[in-house]
């Protein structure tokens, strides 16, 4: 076909929502109550975190990036699913579903870095407690925090730069409830066999590195940790990785499952399954996880409600 014949289009067609009113009323309610509890409890821990001198430890400093990274990401998705849902339609702009996209894989891949290096936290503190100190100062969780930002808005610009290079004539029409880079890749009318390749190669590095480092530092710590022979000693090692682990677990399973495990045609069901739980669940589960058997977060909750009730006095 001719490339003057072609007519680029401006806007996307997001046909993942059900016809019926009721059950979009439902998914609605349910998303703006996961959004909002999202949102309050996240700002709670970054609250905390800020205002608490007892938490101000690397640990908490690197959960804060996570908490944020959360708020960032459910705002960039939630909100415009909403309006979906409402209007009964899922019409999204060219340049909209872009941004969605490049805000989505930013955090995303942010994230994965950010994990990489709160396993490598736990290492020191626990494997290298005397080093710790020194190896993870003020300025050290600066410049990693930094890092994994840093890292994660370049790929994500790579992915956009590789999807949306491509022309796009129609049809437009995506069987999903917001842009993803892998749906709306497959509306290229031109061959991205190259940009597929540069995109594969690039998560791939984004995810193994990343789990490369979790894997080798829990390696390092249930060595450590099965050298200690006090049940103290372990109930602490446990508390202070259960979490993480249990965070890091749900999401590169969730990467795992969409980005890896190859897709059929018939698979557009299971990918929105998916989708619902690393964008609805997941950064609502991530920050309890985190606080909810956390002594330290409910003692310092308890402060808080105490300075509260002084200063109401």
């Given amino acids: 076909m001719d490339a003057e014949n072609l007519t680029s289009i401006t806007e996307f067609i997001l046909v993942g929502f059900s016809n019926q009113r009721k059950t979009r009323l439902l998914f609605f309610v349910a998303i703006l109550l996961a ?148 749906f709306v890749l497959k509306l290229a009318c031109d061959d991205t066999h190259i940009s597929q390749a540069i995109i594969s190669v690039v998560a791939g590095s984004v995810l193994l590195v990343p789990v490369c480092i979790v894997l080798t530092s829990y390696g390092f710590i249930l060595y450590s940790v099965l050298q200690i022979r006090s049940a103290t000693g372990l109930r602490k090692a446990f508390s202070t990785c259960g979490s993480h682990l249990i965070v890091v677990t749900s999401f590169y399973g969730t990467l795992f499952a969409t980005y890896v495990i190859p897709r059929s045609e018939t698979s557009s069901d299971r990918d929105r399954k998916i989708a619902v739980f690393y964008v609805v669940f997941t950064p609502f589960l991530n920050p309890i996880i985190y606080t909810l058997r956390n002594k330290d977060v409910h003692a310092a909750v308890a402060r808080a409600l105490r300075r509260g009730r002084l200063k109401q006095k």
């Fill in 35 to 182: 959004y909002t509890l999202t949102i309050l409890v996240n700002l709670m821990v970054i609250l905390l975190v800020q205002f608490d001198s007892h938490l101000q430890t690397p640990m908490y400093y690197f959960l804060t990036h996570l908490s944020g990274l959360e708020i960032f990401y459910v705002t960039s998705t939630e909100p415009q699913m909403m309006a979906h849902l409402l209007a009964g339609n899922g019409v999204i702009s060219y340049n909209r579903c872009a941004a969605q996209i490049f805000v989505a894989l930013s955090v995303g891949a942010t994230e994965c870095f950010l994990l990489g290096i709160m396993a490598y936290d736990r290492f020191l503190a626990i494997c290298q407690p005397l080093l710790y100190p020194v190896a993870m100062d003020r300025w050290q969780q600066t410049q990693l925090a930094s890092s994994s930002w840093a890292a994660g808005f370049f790929c994500a610009s790579i992915y956009v730069g590789c999807t949306f290079c491509h022309f796009y004539c129609g049809p437009n029409q995506m069987d999903h409830f917001m842009c993803e880079m892998p």
